[in-house]
Each structure stands twice: as C-alpha cells, then as structure tokens.
C-alpha cells in the first residue's frame, strides 16, 4: 500500500511564501492613495498590455466587469444576452444586475458556447452575446463573431478564468467589444482580495466605464450619468502588479501540468475523457477539466487517499433556484447537463510537482483498475 | 499656517500594528469573507446597538442592496433629500428605481414637512440622509412611513455614532448603510460599507445578495451581485473601530468651537441650530456664508483647504436630465448650494488650526 500523499487543489499560501511579494506590497501601502491612486493607472496599463487591448479598467470584481460592460453597450430591462448555462453564476448574474434576461445555449466538448446552436438563441430581443473562457479555454471567437457580425450583435468576452489565454496570438480581452476578467484570489492572476478588470480596444467603452466606476462623476461636482461605485482599490492594484511578475511562469506551470494530465490520463479512456485541445489554441487552465464515469466515487475514493478536487460546477445555472422565473427545464440543454453529473477538476496549479501528479494519476488508475 | 481637509497622513503615521496584520493576511491567504469579516461585523452591530451588520463592498451598495432587499425595482419611486452626495440617488437607480427629490430644511436635511406631497402611487420607499453627521428628523419621517406603508433605509454613510435622544442612528428604519470610504469617520484603506438591519430576513437576504446569492458553493438560490467587504479591510476597520467614539469627540469639539468663533459673524454667517437631543457626528462641517465663492478663494490664499458639499444639488446634475427637474423647483438646496462651505474638522486638528480658521474667516468679512 502506497503512502497517502496530501495534493491540495490549490495552494494560495505558496504565492505569498518567501515574503517577497509581500515585503513589497507592505512597502507600496505606506504610499498608497487609497482610491484611484497612481498604482492603479500603471497597474491598469500593464494589464492592457498583457491583454493587448488599448484599455483596462480597474473594477470591484469579474462581476462588475460583465455588470459595466452590458451597461456601457446601454444593456437593460427588457433586453436579452446569451450566454452559457455551465459557467460561474456570475456570467448569468451579471446580465441579471442590469434588468436584462439571460438567454443559455449550450456547449461543446470542450465546455465552451457551441456557436451551432447560436442562431437559434438570437431574438428581436438580444442585445449581446456573452461566451465564457469557461477553464481558461478562449471559446470559438471566430464562429461566434461571424455571426454576431451578421446579427449586428456585440460580443462581450467572459475571460474571468483567461487571463493570459490566445488564439493564434491573439489574447482573449481583445477579440471582442469588451473582455471582463475577474481577479478574485484563486484565479491565475489573482489580488487579495475582490477585483476586476475590464479590457476595450474602444476609447468610447473605456471612458464610459470610467464614469460608470466612480458614481458617473466628470469631475469633482458634475455627474453626468447614474453610476456605481466599483473602483479597483488602489492597495489590490498594488498586489495585483506584484502577482503579475509571475504570471508567465505561473501559466507556463500549469500549461506543463496539464499536458502532463494529457498524457498520463488519455489511455484511460473511456472511464476518463481528458480536455480536447485546438491547434492553436493557449488555453491557460484555470481549471484542468476531466469527465469520468462515476464520478462521485471517484472523488470519494480521491479524497480518501488525500487528494483534494472540485466540480466547476455541479449544477448548471438553469437549473439553479435563481432561474426558476426563467423558464428552463432539465433537458434544455443535454449537452451541458450531461457533463455537469461527469466533470470533475483535477489540482492544477502552479506549485504541483511531478511526484504529486504521478499520484494523482496513480490513483485514478486504482480507482478504474487500470 | 496649513490647515489641510485630508488627516490620512496623521491617522496612519503609525500604520505597522495595521501592517503587521496585513502582512499575516497575505500569508494566511484567506482572503474573501474571512473571520476578520465576521469580527468585523459584530463589533460594528454592537457599536450601532443593532442585531446585525453585513459588511459589503461600499456605502453605495449598501444603499442599493438595502433597496433592493426590500423589493424596490423598476418602475417603483425612493424619495430621498435633493442636496446630498450622487451614490443616495445613483443607489436608488441602480435599484432600477426612480429618486424622487424632496428640498432640505435649514439644518440641510431632508425637510418632512415636504415629503408627504411627493409620495405617489409608485413610492416603495424613503431614503433620508443623516448629512453630514447631523441626524435626520426620524421622528416625523417613520411618522409619514408608518401611516403611507412605507419602508425607511436610512443613508448614514456619513453619520456613524449620530443619534437623537440617544438613539443610535440605524436604529430608526429598516435598513440603514454606512460608507467606510477613506475620509469617513470611520474608515479603511480603500472602499468599503456596512449596511445594519435588526431584520433576521434581511439579514439573510443581504448576505445572500451580496455574495452571488450563493447558499453554498453550489447552489444559488436568487440572482446576486459580487459586494463583498475585503477582508483586508475589515482587519482595518478592526484596527480603528475602537476609535469611533474618541474621533466623534474629537470633531464634536473641533465643530462647537468653530460654532463659538463663527454665530458671532451672523448675519453673513450662518451655523445652523444644534438641537440638545440630537448627536451631529460632524463628518462635515457646514455652514452658510454670504460671498461664498470669495470667501472659499481667501481661505484657500491662507492654505485652508475649505470645500464645497456639493455646489450643484441632485436635481440639477446632467444625469438628472431625465428626471424632469427645473430650476427653481428645491429653493432652499438650490439656495444652499450657493451659499454652504465646509471646514475641515477632522479629529487631528489642532486648536491653533481651528483658531485660525476662525481668524481668517473673520478677516474675511472685517475686511470688506
């Protein structure tokens, strides 16, 4: 019997080990301003930079950067987006906080808004379309824009999960009208604390979010339009610029790791189906994403000898209690469904050595008798 | 002789008690909701003398979540005082409600005398503002509630520790939101709010609301926002929520000296009335004065940073357009809108600062 060996799905702590970062934090928060300081701008340009987009806008979360994005195109009641039913609550929340409805379609193989069954989804009503870089996969960008293109639709990239993620070199946050990226802990780039980033390559939506942040104020006394208060706090800004020295490494770690689940796990099919990939695709994995006949005894039997994962996520948000008001029923989108009793998220993360890896695996393979 | 408004420099000369938790933070990592959040909230419920305290993202979203808690949304009307700061009336938009504007009184508060004639069929709620630290006129308001069915949030962003007859301001209505924005009498190193309610439903509905409406990790029970308090900062406010009541002392100090200096120069001058059983927290202090604009350059030439809240009331705002306000519509804000000034009265004043203060104000209309 093989000793049990401790693999945590994420290991937050390793990020601020060592006490560089935090040295360096503690240090700029002597300095800081604390609302809309100058730590803000530069780490706002960074990460447009990083994005390729012209513009990033520091925000209180993902949420409000989906939130702000829908309200800078003039999203509101009566309107529909579409989006997809597998994601984070979040993306059907977001089209929720600003009066519209949200409109699912449902998704591929490879967890992303299948553009086959776009079309369809398209009324008099839609306003927008919403795919989601659902693990840190850039979803089908050029399919979807086609026709959003031809529907004289926008298209807002959900890339909460996608920082650092590209399609032939162009990076996800400036293949749309607007990217929204959630900088929350656990993400590849994340603060300590909540924080968002909008990216835009349009001067216009740039400006507009900039008012919608802070309260719509043109200036100290004049407010033009009715805003919100959700500003990057200028002390997140600081760690985020921290944290984004490593983010080349971090995605290159777990680009590493799940190549390595690539090869290890495909001779398990059928038991295990690993993520499909396209050529030419970076997917930065947020998540390491495998289906597995019997999951839940999987992850029972997983836990048991010490290895932590989770499920991104176990109900869809069409069936959630929150979507009740909107009409959908099991079986609306099989696709979704069926992969929502079998996905299951294997550690990925940066810190992961190989030895724990090869355990994972190992274990797997007990588990299937394989 | 300096006398600037912002004291952030002399609050947190010392900031390494505050760093050192921080710093343990980053290594514990736990940074979303974490127990210093729960401490956090506790000890501000008990400061208020209420059951409940929900830390959320800022003051505005206390307001809106508030609103939205108690089932405000579109179509309905929020009545709330027309000279206020812009997040009072954008929080009832981002309700997807309609503010509706009722002219203040001399004490720049909300003036009840006026309210009932604004109420409609659609109004779902009043919302009136504790400005500046100076209590609203609870009494008449709940009044007015009571016989219309009406809810009441309190916007106390600015009046944490106000009361009347002893009575904690978020005590009055259902729902009341603070502001911990950096110049906030209580305040932390970013943005950050409370909203406080002795509502059990509330309470649960608002915690939900602020956290994706998520019941557990998985399941989501109503359609949320992201609004939490970091808690970064609620290690913060943990550090100077003990100081509330020496900083409101401190500015209450600070105000009825500049009260003392300033009634003499009436009628140029004009200090509103302090009420012996209402507690004005003084997160401002506001009076009227003829010339204004003159005398706000002369205090500037003498490096007193006075300001101005606010030179252009709600109505008035561009994105009030829409509203269907005019000129002439709120006398008394647009009138005060002209004519108000604020000193600054922070707590790390000195009395030579505040003397000079008053000097120069006298100065100000002596020489003319």
Same mark, same amino acid.
């Given at each position: 019997?093989?000793?049990?060996?401790?693999?945590?799905?994420?290991?937050?702590?390793?990020?601020?080990?060592?006490?560089?970062?935090?040295?360096?934090?503690?240090?700029?928060?002597?300095?800081?301003q604390f609302v809309l300081g100058?730590?803000?701008?530069?780490?706002?340009?960074?990460?447009?930079?990083?994005?390729?987009?012209?513009?990033?806008?520091?925000?209180?979360?993902?949420?409000?950067?989906?939130?702000?994005?829908?309200?800078?195109?003039?999203?509101?009641?009566?309107?529909?987006?579409?989006?997809?039913?597998?994601?984070?609550?979040?993306?059907?929340?977001?089209?929720?906080?600003?009066?519209?409805?949200?409109?699912?379609? %449902?998704?591929?193989?490879?967890?992303?808004?299948?553009?086959?069954?776009?079309?369809?989804?398209?009324?008099?009503?839609?306003?927008?379309?919403?795919?989601?870089?659902?693990?840190?996969?850039?979803?089908?960008?050029?399919?979807?824009?086609?026709?959003?293109?031809?529907?004289?639709?926008?298209?807002?990239?959900?890339?909460?999960?996608?920082?650092?993620?590209?399609?032939?070199?162009?990076?996800?946050?400036?293949?749309?009208?607007?990217?929204?990226?959630?900088?929350?802990?656990?993400?590849?780039?994340?603060?300590?604390? %909540?924080?968002?980033?909008?990216?835009?390559?349009?001067?216009?939506?740039?400006?507009?979010?900039?008012?919608?942040?802070?309260?719509?104020l043109?200036n100290r006394d004049?407010?033009?339009?009715?805003?919100?208060?959700?500003?990057?706090?200028?002390?997140?800004?600081?760690?985020?610029?921290?944290?984004?020295?490593?983010?080349?490494?971090?995605?290159?770690?777990?680009?590493?790791?799940?190549?390595?689940?690539?090869?290890?796990?495909?001779?398990?099919?059928?038991?295990?189906?690993?993520?499909?990939?396209?050529?030419?695709?970076?997917?930065?994995?947020?998540?390491?994403?495998?289906?597995?006949?019997?999951?839940?005894?999987?992850?029972?039997?997983?836990?048991?000898?010490?290895?932590?994962?989770?499920?991104?996520?176990?109900?869809?948000?069409?069936?959630?209690?929150?979507?009740?008001?909107?009409?959908?029923?099991?079986?609306?989108?099989?696709?979704?469904?069926?992969?929502?009793?079998?996905?299951?998220?294997?550690?990925?993360?940066?810190?992961?050595?190989?030895?724990?890896?090869?355990?994972?695996?190992?274990?797997?393979?007990?588990?299937?008798?394989? | 002789m300096r006398v600037p408004y912002s004291y952030l420099r002399e609050q947190f000369a010392?900031?390494?008690?505050?760093?050192?938790?921080?710093?343990?933070?980053?290594?514990?990592?736990?940074?979303?909701?974490?127990?210093?959040?729960?401490?956090?909230?506790?000890?501000?419920?008990?400061?208020?003398?209420?059951?409940?305290?929900?830390?959320?993202?800022?003051?505005?979203?206390?307001?809106?979540?508030?609103?939205?808690?108690?089932?405000?949304?579109?179509?309905?009307?929020?009545?709330?005082?027309?000279?206020?700061f812009?997040?009072?009336?954008?929080?009832?938009?981002?309700?997807?409600?309609?503010?509706?504007?009722?002219?203040?009184?001399?004490?720049?508060?909300?003036?009840?005398? *006026?309210?009932?004639?604004?109420?409609?069929?659609?109004? *779902?709620?009043?919302?009136?503002?504790?400005?500046a630290g100076?209590?609203?006129?609870?009494?008449?308001? &709940?009044?007015?509630?009571?016989?219309?069915?009406?809810?009441?949030?309190?916007?106390?962003?600015q009046?944490?520790?106000?009361?009347?007859?002893?009575?904690?301001?978020?005590?009055?209505?259902?729902?009341?939101?603070?502001?911990?924005h950096p110049l906030k009498n &209580?305040n932390?190193?970013?943005?950050?709010?409370?909203?406080?309610?002795?509502?059990?439903?509330?309470?649960? *509905?608002?915690?939900?609301?602020?956290?994706?409406?998520?019941?557990?990790?998985?399941?989501?029970?109503?359609?949320?926002?992201?609004?939490?308090?970091?808690?970064?900062?609620?290690?913060?406010?943990?550090?100077?929520?003990?100081?509330?009541?020496?900083i409101?002392?401190a500015r209450?100090?600070n105000a009825?000296a500049l009260d003392?200096g300033l009634?003499?120069?009436?009628?140029?001058v004009?200090v509103?009335?302090?009420?012996?059983?209402?507690?004005?927290?003084f997160h401002l202090y506001m009076f009227e004065a003829?010339d204004r604009d003159r005398l706000l350059a002369w205090l500037h030439q003498r490096e007193i940073e006075a300001k101005i809240h606010y030179p252009?009331?709600?109505?008035?705002?561009?994105?009030?357009?829409?509203?269907?306000?005019?000129?002439?519509?709120?006398?008394?804000?647009?009138?005060?809108a002209?004519r108000i000034i604020t000193l600054p009265v922070h707590q790390h004043l000195r009395a030579e600062q505040v003397r000079y203060m008053i000097d120069s104000v006298r100065e100000f209309?002596?020489?003319?």
């Open positions: 019997m093989t000793t049990t060996m401790h693999v945590k799905y994420m290991d937050l702590p390793r990020q601020f080990e060592g006490g560089t970062i935090v040295a360096r934090v503690v240090e700029e928060f002597k300095r800081c100058p730590q803000l701008v530069e780490f706002e340009q960074r990460f447009a930079r990083v994005c390729g987009a012209a513009h990033a806008v520091g925000l209180n979360s993902g949420t409000d950067a989906l939130f702000l994005a829908l309200k800078a195109l003039g999203v509101g009641p009566g309107d529909e987006v579409i989006t997809v039913p597998n994601s984070f609550v979040a993306s059907a929340g977001a089209i929720v906080m600003v009066g519209a409805t949200p409109v699912f379609v %449902d998704v591929n193989a490879e967890y992303l808004m299948d553009p086959a069954y776009l079309a369809d989804a398209i009324t008099p009503r839609t306003r927008a379309i919403i795919p989601v870089h659902l693990t840190g996969n850039p979803a089908d960008l050029d399919a979807i824009g086609a026709i959003a293109v031809r529907r004289g639709l926008p298209v807002i990239e959900d890339a909460a999960q996608a920082v650092g993620a590209a399609v032939g070199g162009r990076v996800v946050g400036s293949l749309g009208i607007a990217g929204a990226f959630s900088l929350f802990p656990l993400k590849n780039l994340g603060v300590a604390g %909540d924080g968002g980033m909008l990216t835009t390559g349009s001067r216009e939506i740039a400006d507009k979010v900039m008012l919608l942040r802070h309260h719509g043109r004049e407010v033009e339009v009715w805003g919100y208060n959700s500003r990057l706090d200028t002390i997140q800004a600081i760690v985020g610029d921290a944290v984004l020295d490593s983010l080349e490494s971090v995605t290159a770690a777990r680009i590493r790791n799940a190549a390595f689940y690539d090869r290890a796990l495909a001779p398990l099919a059928p038991q295990i189906t690993v993520p499909p990939r396209r050529a030419g695709v970076r997917q930065v994995f947020h998540t390491y994403v495998v289906q597995a006949e019997r999951r839940d005894a999987l992850r029972e039997f997983l836990a048991s000898r010490g290895v932590e994962t989770k499920i991104h996520y176990p109900i869809p948000i069409h069936l959630q209690k929150a979507a009740e008001g909107l009409g959908y029923k099991r079986g609306a989108f099989p696709v979704c469904e069926a992969q929502s009793e079998r996905i299951v998220s294997l550690p990925v993360h940066e810190y992961l050595t190989e030895a724990e890896q090869q355990y994972v695996v190992d274990r797997i393979r007990e588990f299937y008798r394989r | 010392d900031s390494e008690p505050i760093l050192r938790d921080i710093k343990g933070l980053l290594e514990s990592t736990q940074f979303t909701l974490g127990p210093p959040v729960a401490e956090f909230e506790a000890r501000f419920a008990r400061l208020c003398g209420a059951r409940h305290a929900i830390g959320v993202g800022t003051g505005t979203d206390a307001l809106s979540l508030s609103l939205k808690a108690l089932g405000v949304g579109p179509g309905d009307e929020v009545i709330t005082a027309a000279n206020t812009i997040a009072t009336a954008g929080a009832i938009v981002q309700a997807g409600a309609r503010p509706v504007f009722v002219d203040v009184a001399d004490d720049f508060n909300i003036d009840p005398g *006026k309210i009932e004639a604004a109420i409609t069929s659609r109004t *779902k709620a009043l919302l009136p503002v504790h400005y100076q209590p609203a006129k609870m009494g008449p308001i &709940l009044e007015i509630g009571r016989r219309r069915g009406l809810p009441v949030v309190e916007d106390a962003c009046a944490i520790s106000a009361a009347i007859d002893g009575k904690l301001v978020s005590n009055f209505g259902a729902a009341a939101g603070f502001s911990l &209580l932390v190193w970013g943005d950050g709010g409370v909203i406080v309610t002795s509502s059990p439903e509330l309470d649960g *509905k608002l915690r939900l609301l602020r956290n994706h409406g998520l019941v557990n990790r998985d399941e989501v029970e109503i359609f949320g926002h992201n609004c939490r308090l970091d808690t970064l900062q609620a290690i913060v406010g943990n550090h100077l929520i003990g100081d509330t009541e020496a409101t002392a209450i100090k009825l003392a009634r003499p120069l009436a009628p140029r004009r509103p009335a302090r009420l012996p059983n209402e507690r004005h927290v003829d252009v009331p709600l109505h008035l705002q561009p994105a009030s357009r829409r509203l269907g306000y005019r000129e002439g519509d709120f006398p008394v804000a647009e009138r005060q002209k209309y002596h020489a003319r």
